[in-house]
C-alpha cells in the first residue's frame, strides 16, 4: 500500500470512529426517557407536591380562567417555591440547581 493511501485510510478510519461515538452518545440520550409532569389546581395541591414562600393557589388566571399555581406577585423581596416530592424518573435527576 501506498504511504499516502495508507495514510488517508488511517484519517478516514479515525473520522469513521469518532463520528460512531458521537451517533452512540446521540442515540442513547435520545432514548432515555424524560419525566413528565401535568398538574391540575382546582383541587388543591397535587399529593406529592408543596409549595414555599410567597407561592399560593389563585382561584381565577389560570387556562379556561382556572386554578392556577402563583409563585410570586410582581413587588419586590419575594421568594417562592414548588417542589415534586415525587420520583418522577425512576432515580435519575430531573433538575438541580441553587
Known amino acids: 500500500m501506498r504511504p499516502l493511501t495508507r ?14 461515538r458521537v451517533v452512540a452518545l446521540l442515540a442513547a440520550a435520545l432514548s432515555v426517557p424524560a419525566a413528565s409532569f401535568v398538574a391540575e389546581f382546582n383541587s388543591g395541591l397535587p399529593a406529592g407536591t408543596a409549595v414555599y414562600g ?19 406577585s410582581n413587588l419586590q423581596i419575594r421568594s417562592a417555591g414548588f417542589v415534586i416530592s415525587n420520583d ?11
Open 88 to 98: 418522577l424518573d425512576s432515580g435519575t435527576p430531573v433538575f438541580t440547581g441553587c
Open 7 to 20: 495514510y488517508v485510510t488511517n484519517i478516514l478510519h479515525l473520522a469513521l470512529l469518532r463520528w460512531t
Open 54 to 72: 410567597n407561592s399560593s393557589l389563585i382561584a381565577s388566571g389560570g387556562y379556561t380562567n382556572s386554578t392556577c399555581l402563583r409563585l410570586t
